[in-house]
């Protein structure tokens, strides 16, 4: 009943989302393969995730941040990702705010199409759950970018992610 529940309300959301999110059209799709296929792209904040899943076309699943998918790990991962530079003298609001989103947050991460990344041992599980839904013939969309300003359009991209190519292969 509790997984029914979460995607029901998932869908309200998706649903909610999509009526005030500005549709988004993705240039060049007719160009991709059918079948298994990482598609790359900059992270642009939070537009990206959000527009693949609302608008991106076919199966696919997006690499997100893992520790979104955890209750316990929401609140502090959100706090220190999305506000923990902002200036002190409103941080407060934040703080609650990142508490405020924990359900929601748990709901739409845990529903929405996607594969959870992280930056520690648990990495292995993202290769390996990219290579299996690879495998099953699924689009796996990867957001690399991370805060180190490359210039003053698009930061820098985490290296590591080209990985998974080598063990898709390899397998």
């Known amino acids: 009943m509790k997984d029914k529940l979460t995607r029901l309300v998932f869908l309200i959301i998706k649903f909610l989302i999509r009526v005030f999110y500005p549709k988004t059209e993705f240039k060049g799709t007719e160009n991709i393969p059918d079948g298994p296929v990482?598609?790359?792209?900059?992270?642009?904040?939070?537009?990206?995730?959000?527009?693949?899943?609302?608008?991106?076309?076919?199966?696919?699943?997006?690499?997100?941040?893992?520790?979104?998918?955890?209750?316990?790990?929401?609140?502090?991962?959100?706090?220190?990702?999305?506000?923990?530079?902002?200036?002190?003298?409103?941080?407060w609001a934040f703080k609650i705010l990142s508490y405020l989103i924990v359900l929601p947050a748990y709901c739409i991460f845990n529903n929405a199409d996607c594969i959870g990344v992280y930056h520690d041992s648990r990495i292995i599980g993202t290769f390996r759950s990219t290579v299996r839904e690879l495998h099953e013939g699924t689009r796996v969309v990867i957001l690399p970018e991370h805060d180190v300003p490359h210039n003053n359009i698009v930061c820098e991209f985490q290296e590591r992610f080209v990985d998974t190519a080598r063990l898709y292969y390899k397998r």
Not at 39 to 49: D, F, Q, S, Y
């Open 38 to 91: 990482i598609i790359v792209g900059n992270h642009a904040k939070t537009n990206a995730p959000i527009a693949c899943e609302l608008y991106f076309p076919g199966k696919h699943k997006t690499w997100t941040a893992g520790e979104m998918m955890h209750l316990k790990e929401i609140q502090p991962y959100s706090y220190r990702d999305f506000w923990g530079s902002k200036p002190a003298y409103i941080r």
